[in-house]
């Protein structure tokens, strides 16, 4: 790999890093304003707003400049958003403003590689980005519940608040966003050394009606064909859950292992170690033609979370939600490789990429809209957590009873080298 590649990979952590910290410090930020619980999964749902909403035009902005330079400028954007806190912008609206420099940074990420890169360096580049991402969310998570713990704010207060000199940070939450501040301001820094590749797109679409048109069929295409359908579903649904179950561990945590905040970051922490085990397992033991066999695993993985329920050890939690976080990353990892292969062969990588993001964001929406609407209808957490777990089974089975169907019409091995050049 060349220093270019490195450069974009500091860049990418150091973005994720404040990315996932911030959501810690932005509950926190609520919880201060005693906000309802239900503005709580609200803050995620802000987030991936502008994901889909824009989905039809982030990939032709980001082939309209240099990647590095649109990654710096969503790195400012993220910097803006968190700066308007200190103005005393509601949290809901400075979190949608960082989640708008998140959607823009998305497609210039992934895009960069193919022109930085060999075609036979691009599996690598990928393993390497999730891998550093999943780093970075567990640090990040980490590093949110230090900043939200009883002493790391107040001590970042203390050392912020300088005599004779009024600053804008008053609060301990306040003094932990200057710390993500400043990751985001590292990441930027580094986005203005990532290389010019030289790689052009001059006949970018710039017509709204247009784009939004070719994105459609674009999706159109990807949920007809017989194996993009299954696999778009599969992580469609296991990126809506994977969201909700986030704060559905953080309010559980509270609730039957009374553990505050700060502590329960790192149940979040264990499940992202599970993911990473379970990803790193699949990739050795999953090839692609067998990719399908581990949809099983999904439908398991639903009956396990309904399982929480049952326990109140902090000692039987930490495995539970491992051995969670193993069967998601073991069963998601060869769907998202079938997923990335089929978009390939039916339209280029950068359009299945929108779709991709598009359908996982819609589908994290709708999940957290549904799980807000419970806590404000003041549902019992097991209940919400026992419905949410048969659901996640539930359409598992189904997506599962269709690809049976699917096959009954055509040989699905035959499909994977279709079209193939």
């Given at each position: 790999?060349?220093?270019?590649?490195?450069?974009?990979?500091?860049?990418?952590?150091?973005?994720?890093?404040?990315?996932?910290?911030?959501?810690?410090?932005?509950?926190?930020?609520?919880?201060?304003?005693?906000?309802?619980?239900?503005?709580?999964?609200?803050?995620?749902?802000?987030?991936?707003?502008?994901?889909?909403?824009?989905?039809?035009?982030?990939?032709?902005?980001?082939?309209?400049?240099?990647?590095?330079?649109?990654?710096?400028?969503?790195?400012?954007?993220?910097?803006?958003?968190?700066?308007?806190?200190?103005?005393?912008?509601?949290?809901?609206?400075?979190?949608?403003?960082?989640?708008?420099?998140?959607?823009?940074?998305?497609?210039?990420?992934?895009?960069?590689?193919?022109?930085?890169?060999?075609?036979?360096?691009?599996?690598?580049?990928?393993?390497?980005?999730?891998?550093?991402?999943v780093m970075s969310i567990?640090?990040?998570?980490?590093?949110?519940?230090?900043?939200?713990?009883?002493?790391?704010?107040?001590?970042?207060?203390?050392?912020?608040?300088?005599?004779?000199?009024?600053?804008?940070?008053?609060?301990?939450?306040?003094?932990?966003?200057?710390?993500?501040?400043?990751?985001?301001?590292?990441?930027?820094?580094?986005?203005?050394?990532?290389?010019?590749?030289?790689?052009?797109?001059?006949?970018?679409?710039?017509?709204?009606?247009?784009?939004?048109?070719?994105?459609?069929?674009?999706?159109?295409?990807?949920?007809?064909?017989?194996?993009?359908?299954?696999?778009?579903?599969?992580?469609?649904?296991?990126?809506?859950?994977?969201?909700?179950?986030?704060?559905?561990?953080?309010?559980?945590?509270?609730?039957?292992?009374?553990?505050?905040?700060?502590?329960?970051?790192?149940?979040?922490?264990?499940?992202?170690?599970?993911?990473?085990?379970?990803?790193?397992?699949?990739?050795?033991?999953?090839?692609?033609?067998?990719?399908?066999?581990?949809?099983?695993?999904?439908?398991?993985?639903?009956?396990?979370?309904?399982?929480?329920?049952?326990?109140?050890?902090?000692?039987?939690?930490?495995?539970?939600?491992?051995?969670?976080?193993?069967?998601?990353?073991?069963?998601?990892?060869?769907?998202?490789?079938?997923?990335?292969?089929?978009?390939?062969?039916?339209?280029?990588?950068?359009?299945?990429?929108?779709?991709?993001?598009?359908?996982?964001?819609?589908?994290?929406?709708?999940?957290?809209?549904?799980?807000?609407?419970?806590?404000?209808?003041?549902?019992?957490?097991?209940?919400?957590?026992?419905?949410?777990?048969?659901?996640?089974?539930?359409?598992?089975?189904l997506i599962q009873r269709?690809?049976?169907?699917?096959?009954?019409?055509?040989?699905?091995?035959?499909?994977?080298?279709?079209?193939?050049?």
């Amino acid at each position: 790999m060349n220093r270019g590649f490195y450069t974009i990979m500091a860049a990418q952590f150091f973005s994720s890093l404040a990315d996932n910290a911030l959501l810690f410090v932005a509950i926190d930020l609520l919880t201060s304003m005693k906000a309802p619980d239900s503005l709580t999964p609200l803050l995620k749902l802000s987030f991936v707003l502008f994901y889909v909403l824009f989905a039809a035009f982030l990939g032709a902005f980001a082939d309209s400049l240099p990647k590095g330079r649109v990654m710096f400028i969503a790195n400012m954007i993220k910097v803006v958003g968190c700066g308007m806190i200190f103005f005393d912008v509601h949290p809901l609206v400075a979190n949608a403003v960082v989640g708008f420099g998140a959607a823009v940074y998305s497609p210039a990420k992934y895009g960069i590689l193919t022109e930085l890169l060999p075609a036979e360096k691009l599996v690598a580049a990928n393993g390497w980005i999730e891998g550093l991402t999943v780093m970075s969310i567990i640090l990040g998570t980490v590093m949110g519940g230090a900043l939200v713990g009883p002493h790391g704010g107040a001590w970042l207060l203390s050392h912020v608040d300088m005599p004779f000199f009024d600053t804008p940070v008053d609060t301990p939450s306040e003094a932990s966003l200057l710390v993500i501040v400043a990751v985001y301001a590292i990441a930027a820094l580094f986005n203005l050394r990532i290389p010019d590749t030289g790689a052009r797109y001059p006949h970018q679409e710039t017509n709204p009606a247009r784009l939004i048109v070719d994105f459609a069929n674009c999706s159109a295409t990807l949920w007809r064909d017989k194996l993009g359908q299954i696999s778009l579903a599969v992580t469609t649904l296991f990126w809506g859950a994977g969201a909700t179950l986030q704060f559905i561990v953080l309010k559980w945590a509270e609730h039957s292992l009374h553990m505050p905040l700060d502590k329960a970051t790192a149940l979040i922490g264990v499940v992202a170690i599970g993911v990473a085990v379970g990803a790193a397992l699949a990739a050795r033991m999953i090839p692609l033609k067998k990719s399908l066999t581990v949809i099983p695993l999904g439908i398991l993985m639903g009956l396990v979370v309904a399982s929480m329920v049952l326990v109140h050890s902090v000692w039987v939690a930490y495995p539970l939600l491992a051995l969670i976080g193993l069967l998601s990353g073991f069963f998601v990892v060869p769907m998202n490789a079938l997923l990335q292969h089929r978009g390939y062969v039916l339209m280029s990588a950068g359009h299945s990429i929108a779709v991709q993001n598009f359908n996982e964001n819609l589908s994290i929406l709708t999940m957290l809209a549904m799980y807000a609407i419970m806590i404000t209808l003041k549902l019992n957490l097991n209940v919400i957590i026992v419905l949410f777990g048969l659901s996640l089974a539930g359409v598992m089975y189904l997506i599962q009873r269709r690809h049976a169907a699917n096959q009954a019409e055509h040989d699905s091995l035959a499909l994977i080298g279709e079209h193939k050049h």
